[in-house]
């Protein structure tokens, strides 16, 4: 083994773990909604992409950095995935698996397609001048966009951290959560509480795809897949589980930029897969779950 | 009993009246309708083959499967590629087909039901199978790779290698469709049937009171990969070509679901029913969309058909149909 392959390799995995820190914000989102509710969200990857677009139209018409319309974007994603929650969804909590499936495939479809009409089928980015810049540290070389994107996706996962054991909003969410019906009893008002869990899982994910856009370009196809990416995540780290899905979207970050180095980059989603099918064999739970499914 | 008795047992004679008109003119549906009319009909009774395929797992064993598309793109490739590469023809070539797919069915099966994963865990274990293969088929040579396997178009009717026009893929398709519909009928009959409603139920109480859940699921996962795996070869001469991205996509498992979920889940019409409603919607937002010229907005409007009827008719359309008209099935 040569030292420029080790390099480049060392190279493949620092690249990894800054876009796995996005990934991981992506998950977050995801582990929040059905950590609280019992509801799988298969809108994910389509409310990530449709952050993305909001990012993109940001810096295309109004010229504002993604970074900066990142906090209205998530701001805006938490009152539609509050209304969403309160005015749709609701009555389906409880509901058997399939109904709840049809529900969110049907809100899936209209995001994916309203993008769709709206941006057309062409992948669309954002140029900035910060995309050529890069830090080096010895013989590194690290990309700045990734820097910084990953660096908001840690702040903003502190953040959610501290909203969930420090006030007391997070808290009552917390104990919904443990014991709806207790939950109840003690007089906390479980509707409002989950869609505004809704809304912080639907500004996570709107804030990563703020994120997501300084990385890559957006096409409308992208959403399935970042729905299944986020499946991935969450469920290798533990459902449920807030460190899992970011050491989940580290993994997956890192094992997908590695194949892409070894294997071929079209490989890199069977290696993802690969994991996945394992864990759900030897460690349904996930890899920090708590309990089995 | 008879057999036949045994089937009709129980139904109103009213439905089964119902039955034999619908039948009938299924049969002579092609004289009646033009081209268009006919193809829109072949892909009515497609769904609702594939429903019923996936009804048996979902809809009577309880076993969400999203990975159904596993099936259809084995059998499919598999059919197609022995006849590409050595002629050999899909009569013969569907038994290896079905073959392939009900061992598929059985890894996925086992690995998921002997690690008791359930619901959500277990949908995406078959999310997770199909992907994987999608993958692999896009790698891999023989099968065309990622830019796909064409079969050859040919006119002239042969009907020994399944090539031929429309109307004799729409009588294949008509049979396994009323095949696959007896075939839930005397399935849910069944003993077997029985152990698979308490184990949608309640697996934990089927299981004490000794019904035996694992070679059940078993059961159910294969007999539906293998009628997954027919549609699939069908399929695939139907239209000619195969493509990874298509045959194993996540999209097309999800097609297979809709017609049940819509229709009716458990009930032997919800897959016939749900079929007609969604391929009829297709129809018209494609119409409709015609006149706007904007791509997506056919699946806009799709979209928020599902969302209707998902929000005002969760059970799904056919046990409310039947109940309103005393068509008598109701969901067992």
């Known amino acids: 083994m040569t030292a420029d392959f080790l390099l480049s390799l060392a190279q493949a995995i620092t690249k990894g773990l800054l876009t796995g820190m996005v990934y991981g914000l992506m998950a977050l989102g995801l582990s929040v909604i059905f950590g609280v509710m019992r509801v799988v969200n298969f809108a994910h990857g389509e409310i990530m992409v449709v952050g993305m677009y909001l990012a993109w139209m940001g810096f295309e018409y109004l010229q504002v950095s993604p970074m900066l319309s990142l906090p209205l974007i998530a701001l805006l994603f938490f009152g539609a995935g509050y209304a969403l929650q309160r005015a749709v969804i609701s009555p389906f909590i409880g509901r058997p698996e399939h109904q709840q499936f049809l529900l969110l495939l049907a809100i899936a479809i209209l995001l994916v397609n309203a993008c769709l009409v709206i941006a057309g089928p062409d992948s669309r980015g954002v140029q900035m001048d910060s995309q050529f810049d890069s830090y080096e540290l010895g013989p590194f070389v690290f990309d700045a966009v990734r820097v910084h994107a990953a660096l908001t996706a840690v702040v903003i996962a502190g953040l959610l951290w501290l909203f969930f054991t420090r006030t007391r909003t997070g808290k009552s969410i917390r104990a919904a959560a443990d014991n709806n019906l207790g939950a109840l009893v003690v007089g906390l008002d479980v509707r409002r509480l989950y869609a505004f869990t809704f809304g912080v899982g639907a500004a996570c994910v709107g804030a990563a795809g703020a994120l997501m856009i300084t990385i890559i370009p957006v096409t409308p196809f992208l959403a399935a897949e970042y729905t299944l990416l986020a499946f991935v995540i969450v469920i290798v780290g533990g459902l449920g589980s807030m460190t899992g899905a970011l050491a989940g979207g580290l993994l997956i970050g890192v094992s997908e930029a590695v194949a892409g180095l070894l294997l071929q980059p079209s490989l890199k989603s069977m290696v993802s897969f690969g994991i996945l099918i394992l864990v759900l064999l030897l460690r349904p739970q996930g890899l920090f779950g708590k309990s089995g499914p | ?332």
């Not at chain 2, 004289?31 to 429903?51: D, E, P, Q, R």
């Not at chain 2, 999608?134 to 079969?151: E, P, Q, T, Y």
């Open chain 2, 1 to 332: 009993m008879n057999l036949l008795a045994r089937l009709t047992g129980g139904v109103p004679a009213r439905s089964l009246w119902g039955l034999g008109l619908l039948f009938a003119f299924l049969l002579v549906a092609p004289a009646l309708l033009g081209k268009y009319g006919l193809s829109v009909l072949i892909l009515v009774l497609y769904f609702a083959y594939v429903g019923q395929a996936w009804n048996i797992m979902m809809g009577f064993a309880g076993q969400l499967s999203l990975g159904h598309a596993l099936y259809a793109g084995l059998g499919g490739y598999i059919a197609a590629g022995l006849f590409f590469h050595y002629g050999i023809g899909p009569w013969a070539g569907v038994f290896v087909a079905v073959l392939a797919a009900s061992a598929a069915g059985s890894v996925v099966g086992y690995l998921g039901f002997r690690f008791s994963l359930a619901g959500v865990y277990f949908a995406l274990l078959t999310i997770a199978f199909s992907e994987f293969t999608r993958i692999a088929f896009d790698h891999w040579a023989w099968a065309g790779g990622s830019g796909g396997l064409f079969l050859k178009v040919d006119a002239g009717s042969d009907m020994l290698n399944l090539r031929g026009g429309p109307l004799l893929f729409y009588y294949v398709i008509l049979a396994l469709a009323v095949g696959a519909f007896i075939l839930c009928r005397a399935l849910l009959e069944s003993r077997l049937g029985r152990y698979w409603l308490a184990i949608r139920e309640d697996p934990e109480a089927a299981q004490a009171v000794g019904v035996p859940v694992l070679r059940c699921k078993m059961i159910a996962i294969v007999i539906s990969a293998a009628l997954t795996a027919l549609a699939g070869v069908w399929n695939a001469f139907y239209y000619n070509n195969l493509f990874p991205e298509t045959a194993f996509a996540m999209g097309r498992s999800i097609e297979f679901t809709l017609a049940p979920i819509i229709g009716g889940l458990g009930t032997l019409f919800g897959p016939i029913v749900g079929a007609v409603v969604l391929t009829g919607l297709g129809e018209i937002f494609t119409d409709l969309s015609e006149v706007f010229h904007v791509s997506g907005l056919k699946q806009i409007f799709y979209g928020l058909a599902l969302l209707v009827i998902v929000m005002y008719r969760p059970a799904g359309v056919w046990p409310w149909i039947a109940e309103r008209f005393g068509f008598g099935e109701k969901r067992q």
